[in-house]
């Protein structure tokens, strides 16, 4: 599915040439990767709605992991099956600074295994609750990173359609890592499902119009909003209410926003895509040129050499202080066995 995507890109220069030089790190290999007995688990990080992630270390090479741990029956129950390939398909196909790597994948009769990286610094969303809201500059760079992160997706086709403060972890150093990809999906035009979380849904995919690469604009603009005033621009307590609101209402500034941030959060909260930035000619690059992003090099950026506005407090590789404790959570259930043809859906895992 994914084999023709750096060709594609080599073949591009002008889009090669949107991406800043960064340099790639080679994946670990974890051998063997087989089977959950190749690891040692830990303890929960995280569960959601098809299983959860765990904590982890690869017995052969004393790797630190994460392992997302999918039902197989609930994920053919809730047609998440294309989801979740795609997924899979995507990371193996990416290698990006900040965004999570993944190290292998594996299955056995009842769940489907996504071995990633272990990031000790735990979910971004965590750290802006405590902080309340962000300071400009801090907003500024990590808004940076993740306008990086959808350049290179973008370039190569696909849309991550997910974008959330809970779906950014922190390195050991403060930097982003996006995660969870149940969401993205290589396109060529548009696509109609309608996915993500609703403070960060753009227009056209509440209106089922079809939707593409400007949904992710949208959405940095809603983080960037929710960044600075510690809130989104369009809550409402019930979902439909926020619909209405993203449809039908143009966001409101706290006083202590700067006439730049204002500036740039409309133009990404633009509900016309033929004026939406990041969609026109210039695509990212306007993003980037945009006197709120002044001061940023995005060469030392993209490869780590600026200090991260947030220092995660963790004492090594393998603390996971700084994700919250699920310790009340009983084992996953086991359903009853799935037929032949079930099994045979999760076929490359």
């Not at 991550?160 to 922190?170: C, F, V």
């Not at 780590?304 to 220092?311: E, G, N, R, Y």
């Not at 996971?320 to 066995?337: A, G, K, L, V």
């Amino acid at each position: 599915m994914f084999k023709n995507v750096f060709h594609k890109e080599k073949n591009n220069p002008r889009r090669q040439s949107e991406v800043p030089p960064f340099s790639v790190t080679e994946k670990i290999k974890l051998e063997p990767c087989t089977g959950i007995d190749d690891f040692t688990v830990d303890r929960i990080l995280g569960t959601g709605s098809f299983g959860r992630v765990v904590f982890a270390k690869h017995k052969a090479t004393k790797t630190n992991c994460a392992i997302k741990i999918l039902s197989k029956a609930l994920v053919i129950k809730t047609k998440q099956v294309l989801h979740i390939k795609a997924e899979k398909d995507i990371l193996k196909a990416v290698n990006f600074p900040f965004v999570v790597n993944l190290l292998g994948t594996f299955q056995d009769k009842d769940c489907v295994y996504l071995v990633m990286e272990y990031i000790v610094g735990g979910e971004f969303f965590t750290h802006l609750r405590m902080s309340g809201r962000l300071k400009e500059s801090a907003a500024k760079i990590y808004a940076a990173e993740v306008l990086l992160v959808f350049e290179y997706l973008h370039s190569r086709d696909i849309i991550y359609r997910d974008l959330k403060p809970e779906n950014l972890l922190l390195d050991r150093d403060g930097h982003i890592k996006v995660t969870d990809f149940g969401f993205a999906k290589q396109i060529e035009h548009r696509t109609y499902t309608l996915c993500g979380t609703p403070d960060y849904l753009a227009p056209e995919v509440i209106l089922n119009k079809g939707h593409g690469k400007p949904v992710d604009w949208w959405a940095l603009g809603v983080l960037i909003y929710e960044m600075l005033a510690g809130y989104p621009p369009f809550y409402d307590d019930d979902p439909m209410g926020t619909y209405q609101k993203i449809l039908h209402s143009k966001p409101e500034f706290p006083s202590h926003f700067t006439r730049s941030s204002r500036d740039l959060i409309k133009k990404l909260l633009q509900p016309d895509l033929t004026k939406r930035f990041g969609n026109l000619k210039g695509a990212a690059r306007d993003i980037k040129m945009h006197p709120w992003f002044n001061g940023i090099d995005w060469t030392q950026l993209v490869n780590k050499t600026i200090t991260a506005p947030i220092k995660p407090q963790v004492a090594g590789p393998d603390d996971t202080s700084q994700f919250d404790n699920y310790d009340d959570i009983p084992p996953m259930e086991h359903t009853d066995n799935l037929s032949e043809e079930e099994q045979s859906l999760f076929k490359g895992f």
